[in-house]
């Protein structure tokens, strides 16, 4: 099945409104999540005081796909992102099947990142925590995050910017306090004995979940004023800013906190340890804008992949309608709000969450391998193409290989008793189109 760019912009019905910053803050805020204020203390159980060197290797292993992404970006003005990939380069079932793994990977997580903004809160309110609070805090926060989806990309994008912008202060805030308070002991010595290869490959599995989520960022391209420009400025700024981010932490983290290798909770150690109780304050606040916008873009471009998906006839057709006056895919986002509302309230995400890496990895491969495919398809003024020929593609898949090398057996049939519910529900589906 072959979509041409005429094409596309017939079947879409969402107007351009999401320009430069909006795609940079969904790479952002798909990268950062919650991870980020837990990490520093695994980075150095494992690594020392080298981890930091470790998230400089994540961010090259992580580059040859982002660079993929970003080419694959350059191509498509419609909505869809990998499922378009996937579709044009190896049929309509391969390209459901990535949009599929990928939907779920996006719904578990952001399941999980709302029990714990329901935990943020209940640092301040314990009620929120408790039964019948519980869930009515997990219900407002579905909601709520669902009414501003629906009422426009817009209002999705606002909301969005207001809790990066304290989220980033309150993460720039740390390392430039430590600098400011520590000088000179934030640099690391490197006098120590480097750990075993084992650790460090260890460390680099760890960290390596810190640089995924980006490809959020290109499903809702059908909305983009620029794609073939934006996108590909959009990840790989993304990407520079949140690797140079994550290695300042990590220095100033290990450099407050002693025993950092101990401790569960780095960020907050760190910030009480350099600014006292209104630091852990500051940073508690800064977990829940976090979470919030790494919330926002998760629901935004994951309700975009089944109104794609709808528009391909592999979903029924009311997950494409548009709302009649905001001109957003409403039924899709209102499905997602209730799919996260019951998951956050009544699921067990421990088993499901490993499921998500190994999902991610199978959309990585898909994407990098689509490229040989569809390059000469595309080729012309105004695209990204990558130099060097097919080089980058085949670093993206050796190093997504390398990876799902290291997952456990409980990660792999958990993604294949999945892909087999997304089989029959393709089936399904187009025997109903049928």
């Known amino acids: 099945m072959k979509l041409s760019s005429e094409s596309e912009n017939i079947q ?174 934030v640099i690391p010595s490197f006098d120590s004995s480097i750990p075993p290869f084992s650790d460090l490959g260890s460390a680099a599995l760890l960290l390596i979940y810190a640089f995924v989520g980006f490809e959020g960022a290109v499903v809702p391209a059908g909305e983009a004023k620029r794609p073939e420009r934006d996108m590909p400025l959009g990840l790989l700024l993304g990407l520079a800013v949140v690797a140079v981010l994550y290695m300042l932490i990590q220095l100033v983290t290990q450099a407050a906190v002693p025993n950092l290798a101990d401790s569960k909770t780095p960020l907050l150690d760190a910030s009480a340890s350099l600014f006292g109780n209104a630091g852990a304050v500051i940073l508690m606040i800064g977990v829940a804008a976090s979470v919030i916008a790494n919330l926002l873009g998760s629901m935004f471009s994951s309700t975009r992949l089944t109104y794609a998906l709808s528009l391909e006839k592999s979903l029924p057709k009311w997950f494409g309608e548009v709302h009649p006056k905001f001109l957003t895919p409403a039924n899709s986002v209102i499905f997602f709000g209730v799919s996260a509302f019951l998951l956050s309230a009544f699921g067990s995400f421990t088993v499901l969450a490993a499921m998500t890496v190994l999902s991610r990895l199978f959309l990585y491969i898909m994407s990098c391998a689509a490229i040989p495919r569809l390059r000469s398809q595309f080729i012309g003024e105004g695209r990204f193409i990558l130099k060097g020929g097919y080089t980058v593609p085949i670093l993206g898949i050796l190093a997504c290989i390398w990876l799902m090398l290291q997952v456990s057996e409980r990660s792999i049939w958990m993604t294949a008793l999945f892909i087999a519910l997304g089989s029959g529900l393709y089936w399904l589906g187009k025997k109903g189109s049928g």
């Open 12 to 185: 879409e019905k969402l107007p351009r409104k999401l320009g430069l910053w909006g795609i940079w803050m969904l790479v952002v805020n798909g990268l950062i999540g919650a991870g980020i204020f837990g990490l520093p203390s695994g980075a150095a159980a494992l690594a020392g005081e080298y981890s930091i060197l470790i998230y400089v290797f994540c961010a090259l292993l992580i580059l040859p796909v982002i660079l993929c992404f970003a080419e694959l970006g350059s191509y498509f003005r419609g909505t869809g992102g990998p499922v378009r990939y996937g579709t044009l380069a190896f049929g309509s079932f391969i390209g459901f099947q990535g949009g599929w793994l990928y939907y779920l990977a996006r719904l578990i997580s952001f399941s999980a990142n709302t029990v714990l903004l329901t935990d943020s809160i209940a640092y301040f309110l314990p009620v929120a925590g408790e039964s019948a609070g519980r869930l009515l805090s997990i219900a407002l926060t579905c909601l709520l995050l669902s009414l501003i989806n629906v009422l426009g990309s817009v209002e999705s994008i606002r909301s969005m910017t207001v809790f990066t912008l304290i989220k980033f202060t309150v993460l720039i805030l740390l390392p430039l306090g430590g600098f400011i308070l520590l000088g000179a002991e």
